[in-house]
Protein backbone atom coordinates (compact mmCIF):
# COMPACT_ATOMS: atom_id res chain seq x y z
CA UNK A 1 0.00 0.00 0.00
CA UNK A 2 1.68 3.53 -1.11
CA UNK A 3 -1.20 5.10 -0.75
CA UNK A 4 -1.70 8.31 0.84
CA UNK A 5 -5.81 8.99 1.04
CA UNK A 6 -7.78 12.38 1.33
CA UNK A 7 -11.05 13.27 2.16
CA UNK A 8 -13.40 14.81 1.24
CA UNK A 9 -12.20 15.19 -2.45
CA UNK A 10 -14.36 18.32 -2.59
CA UNK A 11 -15.64 21.11 -0.04
CA UNK A 12 -17.87 23.73 -0.01
CA UNK A 13 -18.04 25.71 2.90
CA UNK A 14 -18.93 29.16 4.36
CA UNK A 15 -16.92 31.61 5.93
CA UNK A 16 -18.74 31.02 9.25
CA UNK A 17 -18.53 27.10 8.89
CA UNK A 18 -15.53 24.50 10.58
CA UNK A 19 -14.98 21.63 8.80
CA UNK A 20 -12.19 19.06 8.65
CA UNK A 21 -9.52 17.68 6.22
CA UNK A 22 -8.59 14.19 6.38
CA UNK A 23 -5.16 12.13 5.45
CA UNK A 24 -4.67 8.80 6.02
CA UNK A 25 -1.38 6.41 5.10
CA UNK A 26 -0.37 2.94 6.14
CA UNK A 27 2.98 2.70 5.02
CA UNK A 28 4.52 3.32 8.33
CA UNK A 29 5.76 6.82 7.65
CA UNK A 30 6.66 8.68 10.42
CA UNK A 31 6.34 12.48 8.65
CA UNK A 32 3.89 13.93 7.27
CA UNK A 33 2.75 17.40 5.89
CA UNK A 34 0.04 19.53 4.67
CA UNK A 35 0.42 21.53 1.91
CA UNK A 36 -1.88 24.18 0.09
CA UNK A 37 -1.84 25.09 -3.66
CA UNK A 38 -3.45 27.93 -6.04
CA UNK A 39 -4.24 27.11 -9.32
CA UNK A 40 -1.20 26.82 -11.49
CA UNK A 41 1.06 27.65 -8.44
CA UNK A 42 3.59 25.29 -6.87
CA UNK A 43 1.98 23.61 -3.23
CA UNK A 44 3.36 25.87 0.05
CA UNK A 45 4.24 24.26 2.73
CA UNK A 46 1.68 24.63 5.85
CA UNK A 47 3.10 22.30 8.37
CA UNK A 48 4.76 19.06 8.80
CA UNK A 49 4.45 16.62 12.12
CA UNK A 50 7.14 14.40 12.55
CA UNK A 51 6.24 11.33 14.96
CA UNK A 52 3.15 12.83 15.99
CA UNK A 53 4.42 16.24 17.28
CA UNK A 54 4.40 19.43 14.95
CA UNK A 55 7.67 20.22 13.58
CA UNK A 56 7.24 22.66 11.29
CA UNK A 57 4.36 26.09 11.07
CA UNK A 58 5.37 28.02 8.13
CA UNK A 59 2.99 30.94 9.97
CA UNK A 60 0.02 29.92 8.57
CA UNK A 61 -3.78 31.82 10.04
CA UNK A 62 -5.15 30.35 12.98
CA UNK A 63 -8.01 29.56 11.42
CA UNK A 64 -6.20 26.39 9.83
CA UNK A 65 -5.47 24.29 12.93
CA UNK A 66 -3.54 20.54 12.18
CA UNK A 67 -3.96 17.31 14.38
CA UNK A 68 -1.95 14.28 14.26
CA UNK A 69 -3.92 11.55 16.52
CA UNK A 70 -1.70 9.01 15.56
CA UNK A 71 0.57 7.85 13.22
CA UNK A 72 -1.57 7.02 10.46
CA UNK A 73 -3.51 10.22 10.24
CA UNK A 74 -3.22 13.69 9.75
CA UNK A 75 -6.52 16.43 10.28
CA UNK A 76 -6.56 20.12 8.70
CA UNK A 77 -9.31 21.56 11.08
CA UNK A 78 -10.66 24.72 9.25
CA UNK A 79 -12.68 27.70 10.84
CA UNK A 80 -13.70 30.74 9.67
CA UNK A 81 -12.03 30.86 6.97
CA UNK A 82 -11.95 33.51 3.90
CA UNK A 83 -12.49 33.40 0.17
CA UNK A 84 -8.69 33.56 -0.91
CA UNK A 85 -8.47 30.23 1.19
CA UNK A 86 -9.78 28.70 -1.53
CA UNK A 87 -6.74 26.30 -2.92
CA UNK A 88 -6.24 22.37 -3.51
CA UNK A 89 -4.84 21.11 -0.11
CA UNK A 90 -2.09 18.27 0.05
CA UNK A 91 -1.33 15.82 2.24
CA UNK A 92 2.19 13.91 1.92
CA UNK A 93 4.24 11.47 4.02
CA UNK A 94 7.79 10.42 4.02
CA UNK A 95 9.66 8.16 5.92
CA UNK A 96 10.81 10.85 8.18
CA UNK A 97 11.62 14.82 8.15
CA UNK A 98 14.95 13.21 6.12
CA UNK A 99 13.17 11.54 3.22
CA UNK A 100 10.93 14.40 2.38
CA UNK A 101 12.25 14.48 -1.03
CA UNK A 102 10.77 10.84 -1.29
CA UNK A 103 7.32 12.22 0.04
CA UNK A 104 3.85 10.39 -1.45
CA UNK A 105 0.84 12.80 -2.14
CA UNK A 106 -2.44 11.83 -1.87
CA UNK A 107 -5.17 13.54 -4.41
CA UNK A 108 -5.97 16.46 -2.39
CA UNK A 109 -9.34 18.18 -1.52
CA UNK A 110 -10.32 20.85 -3.51
CA UNK A 111 -11.14 23.37 -1.03
CA UNK A 112 -14.01 26.22 -1.72
CA UNK A 113 -14.95 29.18 0.40
CA UNK A 114 -18.02 30.68 -0.17
CA UNK B 1 14.65 34.30 -5.47
CA UNK B 2 13.11 30.89 -6.74
CA UNK B 3 15.80 28.56 -6.51
CA UNK B 4 14.18 25.93 -8.67
CA UNK B 5 13.41 27.46 -12.32
CA UNK B 6 11.85 25.84 -14.86
CA UNK B 7 10.94 26.33 -19.03
CA UNK B 8 9.06 26.32 -20.75
CA UNK B 9 6.48 27.57 -18.70
CA UNK B 10 4.03 25.87 -21.11
CA UNK B 11 4.30 23.97 -23.95
CA UNK B 12 1.97 22.70 -26.49
CA UNK B 13 3.03 19.52 -28.65
CA UNK B 14 1.58 17.01 -31.39
CA UNK B 15 0.26 13.88 -30.07
CA UNK B 16 3.40 11.37 -30.68
CA UNK B 17 5.69 13.94 -30.94
CA UNK B 18 8.93 14.25 -28.51
CA UNK B 19 9.23 17.21 -25.94
CA UNK B 20 12.07 17.65 -23.67
CA UNK B 21 11.51 20.18 -20.32
CA UNK B 22 14.30 21.95 -18.67
CA UNK B 23 14.70 22.50 -14.02
CA UNK B 24 18.00 24.92 -13.33
CA UNK B 25 18.47 24.60 -9.56
CA UNK B 26 20.80 27.02 -7.40
CA UNK B 27 20.26 24.84 -4.24
CA UNK B 28 23.13 23.98 -2.50
CA UNK B 29 24.10 21.71 -1.29
CA UNK B 30 22.28 19.43 -3.76
CA UNK B 31 20.75 16.54 -2.57
CA UNK B 32 18.09 15.04 -4.78
CA UNK B 33 16.09 16.11 -7.36
CA UNK B 34 12.23 14.72 -8.27
CA UNK B 35 10.30 14.99 -11.13
CA UNK B 36 6.54 14.50 -10.69
CA UNK B 37 3.51 14.90 -13.04
CA UNK B 38 0.36 16.71 -12.00
CA UNK B 39 -2.86 16.48 -13.56
CA UNK B 40 -5.55 19.80 -13.06
CA UNK B 41 -7.00 19.58 -9.66
CA UNK B 42 -5.16 16.26 -8.69
CA UNK B 43 -2.01 15.55 -6.25
CA UNK B 44 1.48 15.00 -7.42
CA UNK B 45 2.58 12.05 -8.94
CA UNK B 46 6.37 10.84 -9.07
CA UNK B 47 7.77 10.31 -12.44
CA UNK B 48 11.51 9.80 -11.41
CA UNK B 49 13.74 10.66 -8.15
CA UNK B 50 17.71 11.57 -8.19
CA UNK B 51 20.26 11.64 -6.46
CA UNK B 52 23.80 13.91 -6.94
CA UNK B 53 25.50 10.61 -8.66
CA UNK B 54 22.77 9.95 -11.29
CA UNK B 55 23.23 11.05 -14.80
CA UNK B 56 19.96 9.50 -16.34
CA UNK B 57 16.60 7.83 -15.03
CA UNK B 58 13.78 6.05 -16.54
CA UNK B 59 10.54 5.55 -15.95
CA UNK B 60 8.10 4.48 -19.34
CA UNK B 61 8.60 7.23 -21.79
CA UNK B 62 9.87 9.71 -19.30
CA UNK B 63 13.78 9.71 -18.95
CA UNK B 64 15.00 12.05 -16.55
CA UNK B 65 18.88 13.92 -16.89
CA UNK B 66 20.97 15.54 -14.40
CA UNK B 67 23.83 17.37 -14.52
CA UNK B 68 25.17 18.41 -10.77
CA UNK B 69 27.79 20.34 -12.01
CA UNK B 70 25.94 22.48 -13.97
CA UNK B 71 22.86 22.09 -11.66
CA UNK B 72 20.71 21.32 -14.44
CA UNK B 73 17.72 18.39 -15.19
CA UNK B 74 15.59 17.68 -18.02
CA UNK B 75 12.86 15.52 -18.59
CA UNK B 76 12.00 14.00 -21.78
CA UNK B 77 8.66 12.98 -23.09
CA UNK B 78 8.92 10.41 -25.99
CA UNK B 79 5.78 9.78 -27.81
CA UNK B 80 3.64 11.83 -26.37
CA UNK B 81 0.21 10.70 -25.82
CA UNK B 82 -2.86 13.27 -24.76
CA UNK B 83 -3.00 11.93 -21.30
CA UNK B 84 0.36 13.16 -20.60
CA UNK B 85 -1.27 16.83 -20.75
CA UNK B 86 -0.46 17.79 -17.00
CA UNK B 87 2.19 20.18 -15.34
CA UNK B 88 5.60 18.86 -14.65
CA UNK B 89 6.83 19.73 -11.53
CA UNK B 90 11.22 19.67 -10.67
CA UNK B 91 11.77 19.67 -6.52
CA UNK B 92 14.87 19.64 -5.17
CA UNK B 93 16.40 18.66 -1.60
CA UNK B 94 19.16 20.34 0.03
CA UNK B 95 21.52 17.72 1.94
CA UNK B 96 20.97 17.68 5.51
CA UNK B 97 17.91 19.63 5.28
CA UNK B 98 14.42 18.80 5.57
CA UNK B 99 13.20 21.59 3.21
CA UNK B 100 12.09 20.83 -0.56
CA UNK B 101 12.32 23.68 -3.64
CA UNK B 102 9.58 23.50 -5.78
CA UNK B 103 9.58 25.08 -9.43
CA UNK B 104 6.53 26.49 -10.79
CA UNK B 105 6.12 23.33 -12.92
CA UNK B 106 6.34 22.99 -17.24
CA UNK B 107 2.25 22.84 -18.48
CA UNK B 108 2.09 20.51 -21.14
CA UNK B 109 -0.89 20.23 -23.50
CA UNK B 110 -0.76 17.49 -26.08
CA UNK B 111 -2.96 17.48 -28.84
CA UNK B 112 -4.49 15.52 -31.25
Known amino acids: DTEVTQTPKHLVMGMTNKKSLKCEQH?????MYWYKQKAKKPPELMFV???????INESVPSRFSPECPNSSLLNLHLHALQPEDSALYLC?????????????FGQGTRLTVV | KNQVEQSPQSLIILEGKNCTLQCNYTVSPFSNLRWYKQDTGRGPVSLTIMTFSENTKSNGRYTATLDADTKQSSLHITASQLSDSASYICVVSAGGNNRLAFGKGNQVVVIP
Open chain 1, 27 to 31: MGHRA
Open chain 1, 92 to 104: ASSQGLDRGIEAF
Open chain 1, 49 to 55: YSYEKLS
